[in-house]
C-alpha cells in the first residue's frame, strides 16, 4: 500500500514569490492534516479536513496561506506571499478516520530566500 | 506552559543496549493519548507506539515499550536491543480529550546508536 505522497520534496524561492505543496493521502483516508515543523521543534498543526471540509484552521495564517481538498481526496497548501520565516519542513498526514493514527508524508523543505 | 517536555535534545547508546527517552506531558484531562513517533532524516514521521490514558498496562510493540508512570504525568519510551537504524529524531505527542485528533509534540530527541 502506497504512503502519503508529497510534492515537491524540497522548493527554494526568494521571498514575496508564492509557492504550492501537494499531498496525496492515503487511499481510503477520510481525515488530512497539514502540518509546520520548523527547524529544532516537533511539528505543529495547521489544518485538518475531514473529506472536503477545513474542521480546524485555526492555526492557520489565514492573511498569506491557504488550503483545498477538492472532492475529498488530494490537498494543496499555498502560500502568498512567502516569507523569510516561512522556510521549514511542511508535513501532510492522513488518518482512516479521526482520532485515528496519523500516517505521514515525507514533508516538503521549504527555503526562502 | 509546555504541553510536551523532552527534555534529552540528545542521547547516545551503543548497538544493542536499551535505552530510555523521556517525556513528560501536562493535561486537565482525564482522558488523552500519548504518541511516540520516530522521524528518521528522510524525514516522514512513522508512528512507533501508543499509550491512552485509560490502559492499564504499558504498551509494547515489538523492541518499543512505553513506561506509562500516569501519576507523574511521564510517558517515557523504551527501547531494547538498539540498533544501528535506530539512530534518528523521537518524537513524544499527545491528544487531548475525546473526539479531537490534535496531536501536540515536543521538541523531540535525537538518538544516535553507535557500533
Known amino acids: 500500500e502506497a504512503g502519503v505522497v508529497q510534492s515537491p520534496r524540497y522548493k527554494i524561492i526568494e521571498k514575496k514569490q508564492p509557492v504550492a505543496f501537494w499531498c496525496n493521502p492515503i487511499?481510503?483516508?477520510?481525515?488530512l492534516y497539514w502540518y509546520l515543523q520548523n527547524l529544532g521543534q516537533g511539528p505543529e498543526l495547521l489544518i485538518r479536513?475531514?473529506?472536503?471540509?477545513?474542521?480546524?484552521d485555526s492555526q492557520l495564517p489565514k492573511d498569506r496561506f491557504s488550503a483545498e481538498r477538492l472532492k475529498g481526496v488530494d490537498s494543496t497548501l499555498k502560500i502568498q506571499p512567502a516569507e523569510l520565516g516561512d522556510s521549514a519542513v511542511y508535513l501532510c498526514?492522513?488518518?482512516?478516520?479521526?482520532?485515528?493514527?496519523?500516517?505521514f508524508g515525507p514533508g516538503t523543505r521549504l527555503t526562502v530566500l | 506552559a509546555q504541553k510536551i517536555t523532552q527534555t534529552q535534545p540528545g542521547m547516545f547508546v551503543q548497538e544493542k543496549e536499551a535505552v530510555t527517552l523521556d517525556c513528560t506531558y501536562d493535561t486537565s484531562d482525564q482522558s488523552y493519548g500519548l504518541f511516540w513517533y520516530k522521524q528518521p532524516s528522510s524525514g516522514e514521521m512513522i508512528f512507533l507506539i501508543y499509550?491512552?490514558?485509560?490502559?492499564?498496562q504499558n504498551a509494547t510493540e515489538g523492541r518499543y515499550s512505553l513506561n506509562f508512570q500516569k501519576a507523574r504525568k511521564s510517558a517515557n519510551l523504551v527501547i531494547s536491543a538498539s540498533q544501528l537504524g535506530d539512530s534518528a529524531m523521537y518524537f513524544c505527542?499527545?491528544?487531548?480529550?475525546?473526539?479531537?485528533?490534535?496531536?501536540?509534540f515536543g521538541t523531540g530527541t535525537r538518538l544516535q546508536v553507535f557500533p
Open positions: 479536513y475531514e473529506n472536503e471540509e477545513a474542521v480546524d
Open positions: 505527542a499527545m491528544r487531548e480529550g475525546y473526539n479531537t485528533d490534535k496531536l501536540i
Open positions: 499509550q491512552g490514558s485509560y490502559d492499564e
Open positions: 487511499s481510503g483516508h477520510n481525515t
Open positions: 498526514a492522513s488518518s482512516l478516520v479521526s482520532e485515528a493514527e496519523q500516517f
